[in-house]
Structures are given as C-alpha cells and as structure tokens.
C-alpha cells in the first residue's frame, strides 16, 4: 500500500493526473482499473477518478512496489552554474537563456546534457526553495520556451499554482512578447505586420508559408515588424508576436525576403558563417504582463521586463561591426 499525504503543490489537480505523476511507472489503464476496484482510496473512502484534490487530503493505493518507481533522471552532470535570472520572487524566475542551451531533453538522443530546466532546478535546491524528496507530483518547471539556438527570456514556476496561472496568461495571450533579431537587407517598410498561413513539415522539422490561398492544417500568424536601425547590408528589426507559431518570425521574415542572419533553415548561411554566425541570429527579449490585477500573479501586472542589447551577443555586434557592412 502506498499513502500520499496531498501538499499545496499537489493541490488543484485530478486524482488521475496526480497519480500518472506521483506513480509514473502504472499506466492509466492500471489506474482506472484500481479505481473499479476501489484499491484507490480518497480520505479512506471510494474515490472517482475525477476527484479534485485539496490540501491534507490522503490518498491511498494498494498496489506492486514497482508501480511506484520514478524515472529515472539525467546523468549528474555536477553543475553549479546559475542560470542567468533577470527577476526572481516567491512565484516565478525569469531567465535569460543562452543560444545553444536546451530548455528540456527532446529525446533519448540528449539524455544527460545539460538543460536549461535542470540548471533552473539545480538551483532552487541548492537554495532549499525545492525538495525533490517531500514533494509527491510537482517539480519546478517552464511556462514557455523557445529554441534551442534562439536565446532569450523564459519564465519558469517554482509552485503548482504559479504553473497554472502563467499557462493560462500564455495560453489566453495575457502576455505581451517581443523579439529581436538581425535580418539580411533593409526593408523597404519600418514598421508593419507580417500576416500568413504556416504548415508543419513534420519531417524536415520546417514550416511552410502561404498568402491567403492555403492548405488545410495551414494556421494564421501574425508578426509586427519594427526596424530599430539600419545598415549597408543588415538591419536590426524587432518583432512582436500576436500569434504562437513553430519558427514564426524566422519563417515570414524570410517569406518577405529577409531571412535571419544564421539561420540556416530559411536562409543561405555559407556566408553568415564566415562571419561567425552559425544559428539564427534571434533573441525573446521583452515581455509584458497584461493579466489583470486578480489571481496569484496579479501584482506583476503591468510589470515589464527588458533585455539590455549589451547581454544580446548580436546586437552589440550589430552596432559594433554590421552595421557598416
């Protein structure tokens, strides 16, 4: 028999997906089957699968040990390394990541390299915010991201219910983000809004862009495009996103025929290599909260958060040598 002593951080969420994270290794058919059974107990008492569960509730389990087994993490890598926090309270983090760090490991191929969650996680438990032993199903996580050769801010949850929220001010556009990036050539317009369909490809891990004659599956998206300066042959333009696109802004900057300086995906980047650029030369450097002034996350509405460009490696190339190129 297994008993859960439910906690804040548990608090809020159904009883099957509490369990699916608190007993990784029994399967959701197990699950409702123990359910049938009535070999999972709420508060000693036949508990529906839907069941919500609050804060001091008990939930027992008769099941095998094994059931119970974690999995198993990533390598130590021994890092003790910070990550780069740009605000820090006793609700969120915003870091700012570096180009060429992994948020989290994608596949079997990255076990064991070093993330960007685990860097943020690394670090709550060296400063005693995070106890991976008492906590039954929640563990300190990201509420976004952003490529892995795309640096920039993500804002990451150091409780359950900080998560909740800041998924929900990203899923309902409560949050205003912007991007800056250095693109081939100068375009004609300095300010205007980039409207097109994208589609997946799935297998080339691309997206395709269409005008207003599309595929079935294309989605809208929509970018507004600043030039924050100009040069002989690059122009640094910032980007804001109305909508959330896979490789958005990458995507209709080059359809519009300025592609990324480094990306080598919607552009040609022989030459941008000979100049060191390798990856696409784009960075989430500013956002705003717009979430009212209700719920946990309340006070930082309003609130803003800016990279400077002399943390953007880019940019301050940019200024210091592309611009006369």
Known sequence: MFEFNIGKNDAGQRLDKFLTKAMPGMPMPMIYRLIRQKKIKLNRKRAE?????????????????H????????????????PDILYEDENILIINKPSGLLVHEGDSSEAGKLTLV??????????????PQTENSFSPALANRIDRNTAGLVLAAKNAAALRELEE?????????????????????????????????????????????????AKYAKTGCKVLCEGKS?????????????????????????PLLGDGKYGKNKDDRALGYSSQALCSYYVRFE?????????????????????????????????NK
Do not use: W
């Open 49 to 65: 699968i839907s069941a919500m569960l609050n804060e001091g509730d008990t939930v027992l389990v008769f099941a095998a040990p």
């Open 67 to 82: 059931f119970a087994e974690k999995e198993k993490e990533a390598p130590d890598l021994t890092v003790t390394v910070d």
């Open 118 to 131: 685990r860097m943020m996680r690394d670090y709550l438990i060296r400063k005693g915010e995070f106890d």
């Open 169 to 217: 001010i990203f899923r309902d556009r409560k949050i205003k983000k912007k991007y800056l990036c250095v693109v081939h050539g100068v375009p004609a317009k300095k300010t205007c809004f980039l409207e097109n369909f994208l589609l997946k490809d799935e297998k080339e891990k691309t997206v395709r862009v269409y005008g207003e004659k599309h595929p079935r599956g």
């Open 234 to 258: 690059y122009s640094l333009v910032e980007a804001e996103l109305f909508t959330g696109r896979t490789h958005q802004i990458r995507a209709q900057l080059s359809y519009a025929g300025h």
């Open 291 to 323: 979430n009212g002034d209700e719920g946990l996350l309340g006070y930082l509405n309003g609130k803003e958060f800016c990279l400077e460009t002399d943390k953007i490696d880019f940019a301050k190339d940019f200024y210091n040598r592309l611009k």
